[in-house]
């Protein structure tokens, strides 16, 4: 059984009905980190709003595969018309940015999440999980010792905070009670459930397929049903901010 559990919904920022639905899955539900899209039209307002709520960890969420970039000019992962190459344009479904590049681009959207929250992110993830793909690992792990940060991890890569590993596998179908208990009664100490709750707008609809079920993700998070098994199973929830360094 999980003892400790970190609940991160990822994609803040990205619409304005997200955003929301983001604060409410924290605020009347188990969420208790999310991270925050840089290069979104509503990543100000998602960083403002989550000051209200102090017991939110928001981190950033770097972006490589959707929007335009925070800095121009980078050819190995723009298009013509200078926006994110979409995974499906590239030869084998991934991105692979010239670390250069990388490093500017992910250093300009951490640097924009401290100038408008007034302090570091939580933690660093990314969209798409393009920070641990072996070929951009470097630039991430060089980007977390320079602020001092935690980092995402499907297996141990980093040294300097308590390993929690991400489980990141909730899709369509797995919105349910039954596989969300499931998770947390086959694994042993402190895990990170990745999700995405969200109330639905159009731009939300229009950026991606995953869409619908973030709405049943919303339900299942803020349910009693859920709340009363975090209590019953002595399940502390916590955020990346709780994780010291060793």
């Known amino acids: 059984m999980i ?18 639905g983001i604060l409410v899955a924290h605020n009347q539900g ?20 989550a000051k209200n709520f102090p017991n939110l960890g928001v981190g950033i969420h770097l972006v490589l595969t959707v929007g335009r970039p ?6 190995s992962y723009t298009t013509a018309t200078g926006d994110f190459i979409r995974p499906k344009d590239y030869p084998d479904g991934q991105p692979h940015a010239n670390p250069d ?9 951490i640097e924009k999440f401290i100038e408008i929250a007034h302090c570091k992110p939580t933690h660093i993830d990314s969209h798409h ?9 470097d630039i991430t792990k060089k980007l977390a010792k320079e602020y001092n940060l935690p980092i995402r991890q499907r297996e141990q ?16 179908e797995d919105v349910n009670y039954e596989f969300f208990t499931q ?35 919303l339900e ?12 019953d199973h002595h399940i502390q929830l916590i955020n990346y901010s709780d994780l010291h360094q060793s």
Request: hydrophobic share 40%; proline share 5%.
């Open 129 to 137: 999980h393009v920070h641990l793909l072996p070929w951009h690992m």
């Open 220 to 231: 299942l998070l803020t349910s009693d049903k859920v709340k009363q098994f975090i209590h």
């Open 157 to 172: 890569i980093i040294e300097d905070y308590p390993y929690v590993p991400v489980y990141d596998q909730m899709y369509n």
């Open 101 to 109: 590049e990388l490093y500017k681009e992910w250093k300009a959207q």
């Open 183 to 217: 998770v947390l009664t086959s694994k042993e100490g402190a895990l990170e459930f990745m999700c995405h709750p969200a109330y639905l707008d159009q731009r939300l609809y229009d950026m991606t397929s995953y869409s619908i079920p973030r709405m049943k993700e």
């Open 70 to 75: 925070l800095i121009d000019g980078a050819k």
């Open 30 to 49: 188990i969420v208790t980190s999310t991270t925050c899209m840089m290069n979104m039209p509503y990543a100000s307002f998602a960083l403002e709003q």
């Open 3 to 20: 003892q400790k559990l970190i609940v991160n919904a990822d994609d803040f920022g990205m619409t304005q009905a997200n955003t929301i």
